[in-house]
């Protein structure tokens, strides 16, 4: 217990005990009470859906399923597994052949030179010299003369795409058309396609109340697609007792790692050539050994106990997994059913139900709450040093950190609408940066990283017509349309008008251009930054901040305007003229006291798989070495070994930063 003494210029209490050796120097003992909102990440529940038990009937099968799932590259048409993306920290380090053109924005040209003289574009490697996407004459006047700008972003390669013709019973990757050359190639020869927004990390993302940088991944698992009850045509089959097999509609809340698990595995941009759809998967996966060429470490903290003998692979088949994990209700069946105009058994028609839940369950495992700041917020006043105390300061106060990384996840968006949030709603009225009032989805923020035209984020729509956004969900239901998609706004958490509710349908908003909030924590470890990827390290980032972002323009009309509204910015970013001292020590917070070491040295739960990776196109950016078939230039791969409980043992070192 500290007892509190106020006035030594840090949030919260403080508390004054014997001298402590911290990095070779004595300091006084000096413990933080939590501020307002944050705390140790080991008090928060981890989110689970309410009914779960209704199709799990052996969450330890269920989370050894969703792990084998997750880091076997058989789910792929070409040799991608989801771990290929997230496979550091999460997150993806890789630099050859990760930028894309900002197809999002209709661009399908690459900007050629890069700032390092590179020429940028497929199966280019990236250098420290390339980074930020934004460069200033000034970089500390965000007005300043461009001095080079573009609207490319790094990402993650994915798979060669071309149209889905059939999976194999045997080879690893399916039989698909040619490569669309239209975009991804060098010299005739198809490049993997990369997608058009960074690659978030998985670890601690469930307790992100919607994922994905657009929050398109539902909070409610429909069991088929990301988009919950927009969805109003997706159904599981399920086993009646009479024998019959019925199509039903599920509704999962707190499953939005679901909802997103089962988009890339069908994407022709990640893991999927075009039109292979999940009946397809299921039929290629369910008699097959997971991992079957993959090393498993005999202690990894999950795999070990199903490993086979050989080090490679599981000793059962994914079928007997998923019989072992799930109610028989939703694969006993005897009869072939139809999935479009394919027959397929029960247990492949409804893989997209066990692929979902069981990759919720295994990601559910990945929270990392042993950092430094939760040994500090547990009452450890020697867990950081007094340069990462400043640099929390500047956190909270000065540098306008808390106002969207609050929380003990560190993210607006990851407490957000849960049961453990009773301060803030789905959606918010506040004045925005331009001084007037708008509503915005709490959590999502658009913060001038680049034009809002290029990228809606949550301003954008789903497939079905329907806006992504909450807040302009709400509007249209104030103006008389309603649509499936369950959620609660409560006026009386309104920063502005507060208990007071919107009746005009076209009241304001800011939701264009917006983006949810990352987490914070293993920062350090998961570049490059922003959904485009445009920043390298975080001192880039933090000067992004401190210049106010990199929108152009004035407060009241600038880049980050579109439609009706001549701004969308967030009213905290604005110049924060941080000296060079509170720089620096708002980088040396944001590294060591934000980073799990079970992370950095992948320890259990962060153990994983063997996995190989493709890392570009053997060759260059200007020439790609040997044509695969169809015109498929060759994989350059990395492997990385398998890891055990223990981690990252000797002669392997801790994971590294971007570009390291």
Not at 32 to 49: A, C, H, I, N, Y
Not at 315 to 322: D, E, H, M, R, S
Not at 475 to 503: H, I, L, N, R, S
Request: with cysteine; glycine share 12%.
């Amino acid at each position: 217990m500290w007892t509190r003494v106020a006035g030594l210029g840090v949030a919260g209490g403080v508390a004054i005990g014997g001298g402590a050796m911290i990095d070779g120097v004595a300091r006084a003992q000096v413990a933080v009470d939590p501020p307002p909102g944050f705390g140790s990440l080991k008090d928060v529940p981890v989110p689970s859906p309410a009914g779960l038990e209704h199709f799990v009937r052996d969450k330890t099968a269920a989370i050894a399923l969703g792990k084998a799932l997750f880091w076997d590259v058989q789910a792929g048409s070409d040799g991608q597994a989801c771990a290929s993306c997230h496979f550091h920290a999460g997150a993806d380090h890789r630099v050859k052949n990760q930028l894309d053109p900002g197809i999002l924005g209709k661009d399908s040209v690459f900007t050629t030179p890069l700032p390092s003289g590179g020429s940028g574009g497929p199966n280019y490697v990236l250098t420290g010299a390339d980074f930020p996407f934004h460069q200033l004459a000034d970089p500390r006047d965000r007005n300043s003369p461009v001095v080079f700008d573009t609207d490319d972003v790094a990402s993650s390669q994915g798979t060669f795409a071309g149209a889905f013709k059939a999976v194999s019973q045997i080879a690893i990757d399916d039989a698909c058309g040619p490569p669309d050359l239209s975009i991804f190639h060098v010299g005739g020869l198809a490049t993997r396609k990369v997608e058009a927004r960074n690659t978030p990390t998985v670890v601690n993302a469930v307790f992100n109340f919607r994922n994905f940088w657009d929050g398109r991944a539902n909070h409610v698992f429909n069991g088929v697609s990301p988009f919950g009850r927009r969805d109003q045509a997706a159904r599981v089959l399920e086993v009646k007792p009479d024998g019959s097999v019925v199509p039903v509609a599920i509704a999962l809340d707190h499953a939005s790692l679901a909802s997103q698990a089962v988009g890339p595995a069908t994407s022709d941009f990640e893991m999927s050539c075009t039109n292979r759809g999940f009946a397809d998967i299921g039929h290629k996966l369910v008699g097959r050994i997971p991992l079957v060429n993959q090393r498993v470490s005999p202690t990894d903290s999950v795999l070990g106990r199903y490993r086979r003998l050989s080090s490679e692979g599981l000793a059962a088949t994914y079928g007997q997994l998923i019989e072992q994990a799930f109610e028989p209700r939703y694969w006993s069946a005897k009869q072939p059913v139809v999935v479009n105009t394919g027959s397929f058994t029960l247990e492949e028609a409804n893989f997209s139900l066990f692929w979902g839940l069981a990759i919720q369950l295994y990601e559910s495992t990945l929270v990392s709450d042993d950092a430094p700041i939760d040994r500090y917020f547990e009452g450890d006043p020697t867990a950081l040093t007094e340069q990462e105390l400043r640099g929390f300061d500047v956190f909270q106060h000065k540098g306008r950190c808390a106002t969207c990384h609050g929380g003990p996840a560190f993210s607006a968006a990851a407490s957000v609408g849960n049961a453990q949030d009773a301060e803030h709603g789905l959606v918010e009225r506040m004045v925005m940066g331009d001084g007037f009032v708008a509503l915005y989805d709490n959590g999502f923020y658009n913060t001038g990283v680049r034009p809002t035209a290029e990228d809606l984020g949550v301003g954008g729509g789903d497939p079905f017509g329907v806006p992504l956004s909450f807040t302009r969900q709400y509007k249209q239901y104030v103006g008389g349309t309603k649509y499936p998609d369950p959620f609660q706004v409560d006026p009386c958490t309104f920063a502005v008008g507060t208990c007071v509710e919107v009746t005009d349908p076209g009241a304001r908003d800011a939701v264009d251009g917006a983006f949810k909030t990352p987490i914070l924590r293993n920062v350090e470890l998961t570049g490059p930054y922003f959904h485009n990827g445009g920043q390298a390290t975080l001192e880039q980032v933090v000067a992004f901040y401190d210049r106010g972002g990199d929108r152009r323009g004035e407060d009241r009309n600038d880049t980050t305007g579109f439609g009706v509204n001549p701004t969308n910015v967030d009213p905290d970013i604005v110049a924060l003229h941080l000296t060079d001292q509170e720089i620096a020590d708002l980088v040396a917070f944001l590294k060591r006291p934000l980073t799990d070491d079970r992370v950095r040295w992948e320890m259990a739960p962060f153990d994983h798989p063997e996995l190989t990776v493709a890392n570009g196109a053997s060759g260059f950016e200007l020439q790609a070495s040997g044509a695969g078939s169809d015109g498929r230039a060759h994989d350059a791969t990395l492997t990385l070994p398998a890891v055990g409980a223990a981690g990252r043992l000797p002669p392997l070192g801790p994971l590294q930063p971007f570009l390291r």
